[in-house]
């Protein structure tokens, strides 16, 4: 075997309730440069929630996150996404009433340069900026063959698109490591093929590590080099996919109780 | 590129062309028009362009960051009550003590407004900052009741500090200001909204009227940015609130009721959230319309609420419905080749 990548996300013992319900109990994860990491698990096991965490809306009981060494549990999201950690949304939030454009220029806004001085008497500094925002954002969107509906509310384009587009929101926020809530959830097989390739290709291009929720084995199975298994909170099983698959107590989480043999989305 | 860069490097300029060429179209206003048409008329249109730097403001607060914010008459009081005390204690008595010929005299007094209208704003903005870091952290409806309490606590304050009249209202400031004045304001509010909210800044503030969680995990700093328009918004408001006083030369607190909060609310909200043109045409509308149905006599309040209701039931995402007017529309299109 090589040897394992440099860690890049590291969750250390990490726990959440909410009121008396444990919703994440001591789980740590590591997620290595360029590596795809899958996040498995049934309804309610907890996966969302460890997003949550890892991205600042809740604060993490006990544990530690450190990106790349430094500890960021506790920061605000914009914070930590200014550190370099980007997610999506498992029902998509993008900003619906805002272009296609603007939703990518948005997220780009950290990198603007311009002061509120500039912006209020227009000058040309924030000119200049503006056009390279604008250049920048329309490449991304190139990328992501979103180009023709640049101009396009959000909340009008069709769903495969939308889900296409918070990934390329996320990107351009220039992050080290991508977390995508179930990005295929509600596509057809076809669409779900394609948009795994994307990602795969992305994370080539971009040198990304990617964590990625997603509920159907099969997807995971095709794309990912490890996989964590989450179910009622506690992490029950982690390995290559081809292990996970034959893993028993992961057999059982998936089939053993009647109601979440559903786990398809 | 080098193109690119010459267009780039005259939006300044371009920004302070539009703007001389609109104040010397303002000044030539007064001059003639304004004058003709005589003190009532000239009232109206001084409160339309009062009312239109109130809508504007808020619009930003409420329309572009989706801020419920319903104390902006207090803001407006603040700036008001502070600009007049300025010039009514120091700069006028000082004014007043040198012995100057009427152009100097004249001219040293529009320095004088300047600087009151400015302190006026500045007040407003700090009670904005100071106001807003904690409150903003709240939500709909939660921020509304802040922030009308908080108008309210300003209101009360004023009414019981005797220095500045009290309960009897605040008499004998110097009429400083007319129509010039309060279009110049009007129109460097516009100005510098437009410019704001068609930049990075005012994108990160639609992103997080939108979805406000989004924009914090795309790394907007969203409480900065909350903080940042309710000041700016405080600030014109505190301008409007000086200019006020300075044309009535009389406040009452009265006149800075939750109620007056309201009405710019509705200004904003009829004209369209997010939408400049909106507000614009709704404060103007909205300031002539309960003078135009004095007709309609002791049905003219119902009158005009009922006509509101009708506006909003027709039409519920305002006038403009969050875009802007553009040449366009009336102007015939020029034809590609
Ligand atoms: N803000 C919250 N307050 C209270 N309970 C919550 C909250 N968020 C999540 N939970 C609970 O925590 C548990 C884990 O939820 P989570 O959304 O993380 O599951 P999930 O693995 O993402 O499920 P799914 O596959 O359905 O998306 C669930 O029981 C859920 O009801
Ligand atoms: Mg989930």
Request: with cysteine; proline share 3%.
């Amino acid at each position: 075997m090589t040897t394992p990548p440099e860690i890049v996300l590291e969750l250390t013992d990490i726990c959440l309730s909410f009121g008396g319900l444990k919703a994440i109990k001591n789980v740590s994860l590591t997620v290595g440069k360029r590596e795809l990491v899958g996040l498995i698990g049934p309804n309610g096991a907890g996966k969302t929630t460890l997003f949550n965490m890892t991205t600042g809306v809740y604060c993490p009981d006990q544990g530690t996150i450190a990106l790349s060494g430094q500890t960021i549990s506790g920061l605000p999201p914009h914070e930590i996404n200014r550190r370099g950690i980007a997610r999506t949304f498992q029902n998509i939030r993008l900003w619906g009433n805002m272009t296609v454009l603007d939703n990518v220029r948005a997220a780009l806004h950290k990198t603007a340069r311009a002061g509120l001085w500039q912006i209020i008497a227009a000058s040309h500094h924030h000119a200049r900026d503006e056009d390279r925002l604008r250049e920048y954002a329309r490449e991304q969107l190139a990328y992501f063959d979103l180009i023709r509906f640049e101009n396009d509310l959000a909340k009008n384009l069709p769903y495969g698109e939308q889900r296409r587009l918070e990934i390329a929101r996320a990107l351009a926020t220039n992050p080290t490591v991508l977390m995508l809530d179930e990005p295929v959830a509600g596509m057809n097989t076809g669409e779900k093929v394609h948009l795994m390739e994307l990602i795969k290709r992305l994370q080539a291009d971009r040198r990304l590590s990617i964590l990625l929720i997603e509920h159907d084995m099969k997807v995971v199975m095709g794309i990912c080099e490890r996989v964590a298994v989450l179910d009622y909170g506690e992490k029950i099983a982690e390995g290559p996919p081809e292990a996970i698959q034959k893993d028993p107590r992961v057999i059982e989480a998936y089939l053993g109780a009647p109601q979440t043999t559903a786990a398809t989305n | 590129m080098p193109n690119r860069l010459t267009v780039s490097a005259s939006s300044t300029q371009r920004t302070f062309t539009w703007y001389a060429l609109y104040a010397l179209v303002i000044m030539l206003l007064s001059r003639t028009v304004v004058g003709w048409v005589g003190a009532y008329y000239e009232q109206i249109l001084i409160f339309i362009g009062i009312n239109i730097t109130l809508a504007v403001s808020l619009n930003l607060v409420l329309g572009f960051a989706g801020q419920f914010s319903i104390g902006h008459a207090g803001f407006m009081a603040l700036g008001g009550y502070s600009s007049a005390a300025l010039s009514y204690f120091v700069l006028n008595p000082a004014l007043m003590s040198l012995p100057l010929d009427g152009m100097l005299h004249a001219v040293l007094e529009n320095v004088a407004l300047a600087i009151v209208l400015f302190a006026g704003g500045i007040a407003a903005a700090i009670a904005g900052l100071l106001v807003g870091i904690p409150t903003l952290r709240l939500r709909g409806d939660y921020l509304a009741i802040a922030t009308l309490g908080m108008g309210e606590i300003i209101r009360v304050v004023i009414l019981n500090t005797n220095f500045v009249g009290g309960a009897r209202g605040f008499t004998d400031i110097p009429r400083w200001t007319g129509f010039t004045w309060v279009y110049l304001i009007a129109g460097a509010c516009v100005l510098v909204v437009r410019n704001l909210i068609a930049s990075t800044s005012g994108r990160a503030l639609t992103a997080l009227r939108e979805d406000e969680d989004a924009a914090a995990a795309m790394g907007i700093n969203t409480t900065r940015h909350k903080v940042m328009a309710f000041v700016l918004g405080a600030f014109f408001a505190g301008m409007a609130g000086g200019l006020l006083a300075h044309y009535m030369q009389y406040l009452h607190t009265n006149s800075f009721t939750f109620l007056r909060s309201i009405e710019i609310v509705v200004f904003v909200v009829l004209g369209g959230g997010g939408s400049i043109t909106g507000s614009i045409i709704a404060a103007a509308v909205l300031t002539v319309l309960p003078e135009a149905l004095r007709v309609a006599q002791s049905w003219r309040m119902v009158s005009y609420s009922l006509l509101l209701v009708i506006m909003m039931l027709t039409r519920p995402q305002g006038l403009m419905g969050g875009r802007e007017f553009h040449w366009s529309w009336i102007l015939p299109r020029r034809k590609q080749a």
